[in-house]
């Protein structure tokens, strides 16, 4: 029988940081990964220290990052 986790959404945080490492950092490329986070932190109430950024990563647009890599560049 598997155990639960002490640390909720673990899983999910750690395959974001796979997605983005593997995409250049784009929160777009890797929506559904944080659509899962999303999923894991609304069923645990947010009672993970991995829910802290997943709204500002669903927040951000693909415009948004362009720009800000854009002016990370100049």
Do not use: W
């Not at 395959?15 to 645990?44: G, M, T, Y």
């Not at 951000?60 to 990370?72: L, T």
């Amino acid at each position: 029988m598997a155990q639960k986790s002490k640390e909720p959404c673990k899983k999910e945080a750690c395959d974001i940081q796979a997605c983005l490492s593997k995409n250049n950092f784009l929160p777009h490329k890797c929506r559904r990964v944080i659509e899962l986070l999303q999923s894991c932190c609304e069923k645990c109430e947010y009672k993970s220290t991995h829910c802290g950024s997943v709204s500002d990563l669903l927040k951000q647009k693909p415009n948004q990052e362009a720009d800000s890599v854009q002016r990370s560049n100049n």
